[in-house]
């Protein structure tokens, strides 16, 4: 089946900063490239998302780029604010998620 | 819109029990549903994938006589864990993909999940 790698697990970043999170995955067909941001005791909430037709989305501060070569997709996040931070999750077409990447941003 | 509700949102019962969680898709149909384990400052672990007037689809190592999927209508799947034992507590979430995405490439939409604690 699907396998969706995710890192890094854990990303402390400073008020301002960028945040970059980056997922891989296995199967070549997969042509659909969500981001899911979960906050504690909460329901994950997409964010982004891309389809293999595209290269990049960006939508304010947050942008998704996608290489289909090479089968990594990744989360930019810029001028990152304290409330940010949350769990990040990617996930592959069919329903199957990265291990996750808890971003502490701090003030 | 693309509102997905289950319940109950928390639960506690005895070992050797059964327990069953609904999701249902309120304003919109759902042929797909996907039912996931989190367990604490961990990811969403994919059990199966219901769909609606068929069997579901287990994930490997996920036991289907233990967890129990029935998805009778286009809006409701239902997920009985059964005999539950301590190490089936655990966070379990549901999410519905609309009908109208013929195809993967459309978003989940989350249920708030369910806090099961077995005694």
């Known amino acids: 089946g699907e396998n969706v790698e995710q890192h890094p697990s854990t990303l402390s970043v400073q008020e301002g900063d960028s945040a970059v999170i980056k997922c891989t995955y296995s199967?070549?067909?997969?042509?659909?490239f969500p981001w899911y941001k979960q906050e504690l005791g909460k329901r994950p909430q997409l964010i982004i998302d891309i389809r293999s037709n595209v290269g990049e989305k960006k939508d304010q501060r947050i942008a998704v780029t996608l290489n289909k070569t090479a089968k990594h997709f990744s989360l930019h996040i810029t001028e990152t604010q304290p409330e940010d931070s949350a769990v990040y999750f990617c996930a592959a077409w069919k329903g199957v998620f990265g291990t996750g990447t808890r971003l502490l941003v701090s003030p | 819109g693309a509102v997905v509700s289950q319940h109950p949102s928390w639960v506690i019962c005895k070992s050797g029990t059964s327990v069953k969680i609904e999701c249902r898709s309120l304003?919109?149909?759902?042929?797909?549903m996907f039912w996931y384990r989190q367990f604490p400052k961990q990811s969403l672990m994919l059990m199966a994938t219901s769909n609606e007037g068929s069997k579901a689809t287990y994930e490997q190592g996920v036991e289907k006589d233990k967890f129990l999927i029935n998805h009778a209508s286009l809006t409701l799947s239902t997920l009985t864990v059964t005999s539950a034992h301590p190490e089936d507590s655990s966070f379990y979430i549901c999410s519905a993909r609309h009908r109208v995405a013929s195809t993967y490439n459309s978003p989940l939409h989350f249920g708030n999940g369910t806090r099961l604690t077995v005694t």
């Open positions: 304003d919109f149909q759902a042929t797909t």
């Open positions: 199967d070549s067909a997969s042509n659909y």
